[in-house]
């Protein structure tokens, strides 16, 4: 196994991978992580799923549900480079554990079901990774499968997901009978025996070397198509390209991210690891190859780079409560740190000691002396950071911009069973809100209950269970509740609002003109807030008119209708007049919270409702009680496809139909049905009945 690490190497940095695992629940990801970690002599026995013996799913959650609920880190070497793998949920109520850990990676892999080739949620990762604008290869996994079919999922991966796939590697066999892949890069043949050990290196079988050939040009072809330098040399004589470049064009390709370089394999066969770590080490990024992370400091832009002899700058993205102390992960993006270093948060303008370093491996730990830049690891001693923090030098502060927090769409009200132990929930309900931010903890100011808003059924279902099972009170949860918003059907023009207000000292006055119009789309609803100034002469100076547009966010947190959040709208302000003396940023901001939410009173208003995308696979018997059942729940089908004695149904949903729709599908399925959702906008609420 090349697993020892190098050492001497020019650049340090360049000997170092952070990759994360992406994909749609179920296609495999934690068996990959599981297989990377055997492969590279990181562990000595591999662990399944299903039996619960995998390192990265180590909560006991995760172990009685089958499915990874929490980011975890881990750490390996392969062939002299350090690779820091994070393994992210699948599942979509989890996704902002994704959006955290897409933040300090530079690179990922992403595992597709050879069956089902693209899923719903591997497209929502897909364009999450896309957002952050990191560099991926594909594994299309479980080759093995009966109906495994690497050209459609290949397919699936060119439509929707539209990047260019570079198939680097054909099957050896079909569904059972696989036992291999040939590697179009250096036209070799890699097989694994049964007992699942390493790969035997060979000439391609002769059965398939047409096939080969056919697929090695049709790689060249696809990499000149997009890569100037490979072009020339595939124009010119002998018409073709070198191993070399070839390797070198895939490399340029992923980092730019015009290409994705397509593996295939078994993870739970453990074959296809080997080369997949080969691939991911020569065409994923370095922290030396990623452009140097941007911040701030009193409102200038600082750029740092992957350096370890600059200051120190490091972001932390996750916040885990354990046995023995409070966990902080970070990402060290310039600089070193050392036990004992104080370490600055700019957010909280607060500073922290650093008690302990640990390097990753999910629940375990080995203990650091330092970090340098291009680590990602675990921190002891820091009392206030939160994920999202940014932790520098505290003779040169930087602020980071953390990863975008995801807003709750599903509410519970909760309360302890015996009131003693209302002390012991708040503060359980806070740690949880401390560790995951996608969690929102408040008091419904009507009914004085707790309420407690998360992603999905699922992720509010997981948080009550973590209170129980550490140690918190018992908890009685109410029906989940959806999120709705209020938007504008009907806007109003030339809304005139006056904010006198006299005390006998300095008064206040705002004279505000607004435009109020819905900012939908043909065929639905648009979500957001647009503010516009069309004021001319310099009736209201800009700074006022920055005030206004504080004012009109402000009155966004209630509409008209029920309270609840406005969205979809845009605001221009049009006209207006100040006085020259009792006009200032807080009249001004006072007018346009006042005047937007009287110019909402005119408008014609509607709720809104989430609605999901939901995707059904079904036996073909049960297709028609499923209809019927998603048309009972409001449900609008999109398509319908045929998959090997099996239906894949895709529809729009409310989602606070969804609650419980689990247990129905199983019931009308006899245990046959799965399903997947994931978030895709609002609709018109129903009226109340």
């Given at each position: 196994?090349?697993?020892?690490?190098?050492?001497?190497?020019?650049?340090?940095?360049?000997?170092?991978?952070?990759?994360?695992?992406?994909?749609?629940?179920?296609?495999?990801?934690?068996?990959?992580?599981?297989?990377?970690?055997?492969?590279?002599?990181?562990?000595?026995?591999?662990?399944?799923?299903?039996?619960?013996?995998?390192?990265t799913d180590f909560d006991p959650q995760e172990r009685d549900r089958g499915i990874t609920i929490f980011a975890a880190a881990v750490s390996c070497a392969w062939d002299?480079?350090?690779?820091?793998?994070?393994?992210?949920?699948?599942?979509?109520?989890?996704?902002?554990?994704?959006?955290?850990?897409?933040?300090?990676?530079?690179?990922?892999?992403?595992?597709?079901?050879?069956?089902?080739?693209?899923?719903?949620?591997?497209?929502?990762?897909?364009?999450?990774?896309?957002?952050?604008?990191?560099?991926?290869?594909?594994?299309?996994?479980?080759?093995?499968?009966?109906?495994?079919?690497?050209?459609?999922?290949?397919?699936?991966?060119?439509?929707?997901?539209?990047?260019?796939?570079?198939?680097?590697?054909?099957p050896i066999g079909t569904e059972d009978g696989f036992t291999g892949v040939v590697d179009l890069v250096r036209m070799r043949a890699l097989v694994w025996a049964d007992?699942?050990?390493?790969?035997?290196?060979?000439?391609?079988?002769?059965?398939?070397?047409?096939?080969?050939?056919?697929?090695?040009?049709?790689?060249?072809?696809?990499?000149?198509?997009?890569?100037?330098?490979?072009?020339?040399?595939?124009?010119?004589?002998?018409?073709?390209?070198?191993?070399?470049?070839?390797?070198?064009?895939?490399?340029?390709?992923?980092?730019?991210?015009?290409?994705?370089?397509?593996?295939?394999?078994?993870?739970?066969?453990?074959?296809?690891?080997?080369?997949?770590?080969?691939?991911?080490?020569?065409?994923?990024?370095?922290?030396?190859?990623?452009?140097?992370?941007?911040?701030?400091?009193?409102?200038?832009?600082?750029?740092?780079?992957?350096?370890?002899?600059?200051?120190?700058?490091?972001?932390?993205?996750?916040?885990?409560?354990?046995?023995?102390?409070?966990?902080?992960?970070?990402?060290?993006?310039?600089?070193?740190?050392?036990?004992?270093?104080?370490?600055?948060?700019?957010?909280?303008?607060?500073?922290?000691?650093?008690?302990?370093?640990?390097?990753?491996?999910?629940?375990?730990?080995?203990?650091?002396?330092?970090?340098?830049?291009?680590?990602?690891?675990?921190?002891?001693?820091?009392?206030?950071?939160?994920?999202?923090?940014?932790?520098?030098?505290?003779?040169?502060?930087?602020?980071?911009?953390?990863?975008?927090?995801?807003?709750?769409?599903?509410?519970?009200?909760?309360?302890?069973?015996?009131?003693?132990?209302?002390?012991?929930?708040?503060?359980?309900?806070?740690?949880?809100?401390?560790?995951?931010?996608?969690?929102?903890?408040?008091?419904?100011?009507?009914?004085?209950?707790?309420?407690?808003?998360?992603?999905?059924?699922?992720?509010?279902?997981?948080?009550?269970?973590?209170?129980?099972?550490?140690?918190?009170?018992?908890?009685?949860?109410?029906?989940?509740?959806?999120?709705?918003?209020?938007?504008?059907?009907?806007?109003?023009?030339?809304?005139?609002?006056?904010?006198?207000?006299?005390?006998?000292?300095?008064?206040?006055?705002?004279?505000?003109?607004?435009?109020?119009?819905?900012?939908?789309?043909?065929?639905?609803?648009?979500?957001?807030?647009?503010?516009?100034?069309?004021?001319?002469?310099?009736?209201?100076?800009?700074?006022?008119?920055?005030?206004?547009?504080?004012?009109?966010?402000?009155?966004?947190?209630?509409?008209?209708?029920?309270?609840?959040?406005?969205?979809g709208l845009r605001v221009t302000l049009t006209d207006g007049s100040t006085h020259v003396k009792d006009s200032s940023d807080t009249a001004f901001r006072t007018a346009?919270?006042?005047?937007?939410?009287?110019?909402?009173?005119?408008?014609?208003?509607?709720?809104?409702?989430?609605?999901?995308?939901?995707?059904?696979?079904?036996?073909?018997?049960?297709?028609?009680?499923?209809?019927?059942?998603?048309?009972?729940?409001?449900?609008?089908?999109?398509?319908?496809?045929?998959?090997?004695?099996?239906?894949?149904?895709?529809?729009?949903?409310?989602?606070?139909?969804?609650?419980?729709?689990?247990?129905?599908?199983?019931?009308?399925?006899?245990?046959?049905?799965?399903?997947?959702?994931?978030?895709?906008?609002?609709?018109?609420?129903?009226?109340?009945?």
């Open positions: 196994m090349r697993t020892e690490l190098r050492t001497n190497s020019v650049n340090p940095l360049a000997a170092v991978r952070n990759l994360g695992i992406l994909a749609h629940v179920d296609a495999g990801k934690t068996t990959v992580t599981e297989r990377i970690l055997f492969a590279t002599g990181t562990i000595h026995r591999r662990g399944e799923v299903h039996d619960g013996t995998t390192v002299g480079h350090r690779v820091n793998l994070i393994d992210t949920p699948g599942h979509v109520d989890f996704a902002d554990e994704v959006e955290r850990s897409l933040r300090v990676l530079d690179g990922a892999i992403a595992v597709f079901d050879a069956v089902a080739g693209v899923e719903p949620q591997s497209e929502s990762v897909w364009r999450q990774a896309d957002r952050h604008g990191v560099p991926r290869i594909a594994f299309v996994n479980k080759l093995d499968r009966a109906g495994a079919d690497l050209d459609r999922a290949v397919e699936s991966i060119r439509t929707r997901l539209h990047p260019a796939p570079l198939v680097a590697q054909l007992d699942g050990g390493t790969a035997t290196e060979g000439p391609v079988p002769r059965e398939l070397r047409e096939a080969a050939y056919r697929g090695r040009h049709a790689l060249e072809e696809a990499v000149a198509a997009l890569h100037p330098g490979a072009l020339d040399e595939f124009c010119a004589p002998p018409g073709r390209l070198s191993d070399a470049t070839l390797a070198g064009a895939l490399r340029d390709l992923t980092l730019s991210g015009e290409g994705v370089v397509v593996l295939c394999g078994s993870a739970y066969r453990n074959r296809g690891i080997e080369p997949l770590l080969d691939a991911a080490v020569a065409y994923l990024p370095a922290p030396s190859d990623v452009p140097a992370v941007r911040g701030t400091h009193q409102g200038t832009e600082q750029r740092r780079a992957a350096d370890p002899e600059g200051p120190f700058a490091a972001l932390a993205f996750k916040v885990t409560a354990t046995a023995t102390g409070r966990l902080t992960h970070v990402r060290v993006y310039s600089g070193t740190i050392e036990k004992g270093d104080t370490v600055w948060d700019p957010a909280t303008r607060r500073t922290e000691r650093v008690a302990r370093i640990l390097r990753d491996m999910a629940d375990r730990h080995e203990p650091l002396d330092r970090a340098v830049a291009g680590d990602i690891v675990a921190v002891v001693g820091l009392r206030s950071a939160r994920p999202g923090a940014t932790l520098c030098a505290p003779d040169a502060p930087l602020l980071l911009e953390p990863p975008a927090a995801a807003e709750p769409v599903v509410s519970v009200a909760v309360e302890a069973r015996r009131r003693t132990d209302t002390g012991r929930l708040a503060q359980a309900l806070a740690r949880l809100a401390e560790e995951d931010p996608s969690l929102a903890v408040r008091t419904d100011a009507e009914t004085g209950q707790t309420v407690l808003s998360g992603m999905g059924e699922l992720h509010l279902e997981v948080a009550v269970e973590k209170i129980r099972r550490d140690g918190g009170p018992e908890v009685t949860v109410g029906r989940p509740r959806v999120a709705l918003r209020e938007t504008v059907t009907r806007g109003v023009t030339g809304f005139v609002h006056r904010h006198v207000h006299q005390t006998g000292g300095a008064g206040q006055f705002a004279h505000v003109v607004l435009d109020v119009e819905a900012l939908g789309h043909e065929g639905g609803y648009g979500a957001g807030f647009e503010f516009r100034s069309a004021v001319t002469g310099g009736r209201v100076p800009q700074e006022y008119v920055r005030a206004v547009e504080a004012g009109c966010r402000d009155a966004l947190a209630e509409g008209p209708l029920g309270g609840h959040p406005v969205t346009g919270r006042l005047g937007l939410r009287e110019a909402l009173r005119a408008c014609a208003m509607t709720l809104l409702e989430p609605v999901a995308e939901v995707t059904v696979t079904v036996p073909e018997d049960a297709v028609g009680g499923v209809l019927g059942d998603l048309a009972a729940r409001r449900g609008r089908v999109t398509g319908s496809t045929a998959r090997r004695g099996a239906a894949v149904l895709t529809a729009t949903v409310p989602l606070a139909e969804l609650f419980g729709y689990a247990t129905r599908l199983r019931g009308r399925t006899q245990g046959r049905g799965t399903f997947t959702a994931r978030p895709s906008g609002h609709a018109p609420a129903p009226p109340a009945r």
